[in-house]
């Protein structure tokens, strides 16, 4: 019961992308279940009134779908869903009557940005009526140069279609375009991309106070030097890791208490320093 857990709690669920920020403000009885690896959660009297969640690395679309699809089809031969034959499932936010399926991928697209093509990428997504979100969805920035990008059309297209328009029509072709962006970057402004990826390097590994916003610009910049082997002593796994950790809840939450803006800051500066020094 989310009405049970204290404010910071909620907000370590939310920054692991386990409930929604709707979900962790909302007010009246909501719960959530959670399976023991956070790969599935169940989402009670959110938005939608059940909204089931699936999650893993990696471009794995189908083998989600057909592992929620198996939770989907255990909950209705218990429970009986409000559906109508022309709307589809009734138990779901209006903008997501027909089939109820939401798929996500998150990006990370640097390249795009340093390159200035994003506008570019944003009117493309818009024409084949795809949202584009910030890292914890609808309402939320880009922070870190992750971009979640999802289908908006749920009504009058079976769920294996969306996804196959997803990754065939979006993915793929976004995924193609920042490698480009990247390959551009190496070839053309080499020294101005690696002189911003070392001092973001010097900056993470040095620095006593930094704030969240720069933390993942910072991040996000070291991540690409990974990818493109400029940076050969850091793992990528620690880096991701670190987009978690440096969250303002999850900081609280291994210090055991409540921290003020300025000592988030320095504790943030101090974890950073750990894991890549």
């Known amino acids: 019961s989310l009405d049970e857990l ?32 956070e790969s599935l959660t169940l989402m009670i009297n959110e938005e939608d009134h059940l909204r089931m ?68 990428f944003f009117r493309a997504a818009k024409d084949m009526n795809l949202a ?22 749920t009504l009058g297209r079976s769920e294996e279609q969306i996804i196959r328009d997803l990754m065939e029509n979006a993915v793929v072709p976004t995924v193609q375009y920042e490698r480009q962006a990247r390959q551009f970057l190496q070839h053309h402004r080499s020294t101005a991309l690696e002189d911003k990826i070392f001092r973001a390097v010097g900056v993470l590994r040095n620095a006593r106070m930094i704030s969240s916003d720069e933390c993942k ?33 999850h900081l609280q939450h291994l210090r055991g208490t409540t921290l ?3 000592q988030r800051d320095m504790a943030r500066a101090e974890l950073v320093r750990q894991y890549l020094n």
Do not use: W
Request: glycine share 10%; with cysteine; proline share 3%.
């Open 6 to 37: 204290g404010n910071l709690e909620r907000q370590v669920l939310q920054e692991r992308q386990l409930i929604s920020r709707q979900h962790a403000q909302g007010d009246g009885a909501r719960g959530v279940a959670i399976s023991h690896d």
């Open 217 to 249: 610009y910072l991040l996000s910049l070291l991540r690409l030097g990974i990818h493109l082997e400029r940076i050969t002593d850091i793992s990528l796994g620690v880096v991701n890791e670190l987009f978690i950790l440096t969250q303002p809840g």
């Open 260 to 262: 003020e803006p300025q």
């Open 53 to 120: 969640q699936i999650l893993a690395s990696g471009l794995q679309l189908t083998e989600l779908y057909e592992r929620i699809n198996r939770v989907d089809d255990l909950l209705e031969s218990n429970i009986s869903y409000a559906f109508s034959s022309e709307l589809g499932y009734l138990t779901a936010c209006p903008t997501n009557v027909g089939t109820g399926i939401r798929v996500s991928v998150m990006l990370h697209l640097p390249a795009l940005k340093l390159t200035g093509r994003m506008k570019k």
């Open 132 to 153: 584009v979100r910030g890292l914890f969805g609808e309402g939320t920035e880009p922070a870190g140069d992750l971009y979640q990008l999802s289908n908006q059309v």
